[in-house]
């Protein structure tokens, strides 16, 4: 396996598979779960983030992520990321995978830190994951996910200075 800069042409149907998958569950992501295809240029592909995949042996796309300034202007020392692995590879590291790449990647780029902007309470793995990599729960919005199951769910804001 292998982490590499998306290809906005030859990986879009791949990356569209993978997001249009982990958003129709309503359970991690804020997309609603009937976001368009053509959505996907502005929330994984625009031109001011970057987007990667994460590739098995055969180049299929196994998972993908973003990487941009959590704000514009003053705020743009600070990046967000937002992750997505194929939900038939999940549990095999790829998440790690991706995570330790893009805290190399966003080193490169000069951020100060990353910052997830809302991390939904119920997403134990997630959440146990970016702690296991030094990120911290610094806020957390009381019922700020509507998810799909369990209803008004707190989200957390969590951040990793580099």
């Known amino acids: 396996m292998k982490i590499r800069k998306a290809d906005k042409v030859?990986?879009?149907e791949q990356i569209w598979d993978i997001f249009f998958q982990v958003i129709k569950t309503g359970d991690t992501y804020v997309?609603?779960?009937n976001?368009?295809?053509e959505a996907l240029d502005k929330y994984w592909l625009?031109?001011?983030m970057d987007t990667f995949v994460a590739v098995d042996d055969n180049d299929l796309v196994i998972g993908t992520y973003i990487i941009k300034p959590n704000q514009v202007d003053l705020g743009n020392h600070i990046a967000n990321c937002s992750y997505m692995v194929k939900p038939n590879y999940q549990g095999k590291g790829i998440g790690k995978l991706m995570c330790e790449h893009s805290i190399e990647f966003a080193k490169q780029k000069g951020y100060f830190g990353i910052q997830f902007n809302i991390v939904v309470s119920t997403n134990t793995g997630a959440v146990n994951l970016w702690?296991?990599?030094g990120f911290?729960?610094?806020g957390t919005t009381p019922k700020g996910f509507r998810h799909k199951e369990l209803g008004l769910?707190?989200?957390y804001i969590m951040f990793k200075k580099l």
Do not use: G, H, M, R
């Open 153 to 155: 769910v707190d989200t």
């Open 31 to 33: 997309f609603d779960p």
């Open 35 to 37: 976001t368009s295809k």
């Open 136 to 138: 911290e729960i610094i």
């Open 46 to 48: 625009a031109d001011y």
């Open 131 to 133: 702690k296991k990599y």
């Open 10 to 12: 030859l990986d879009y």
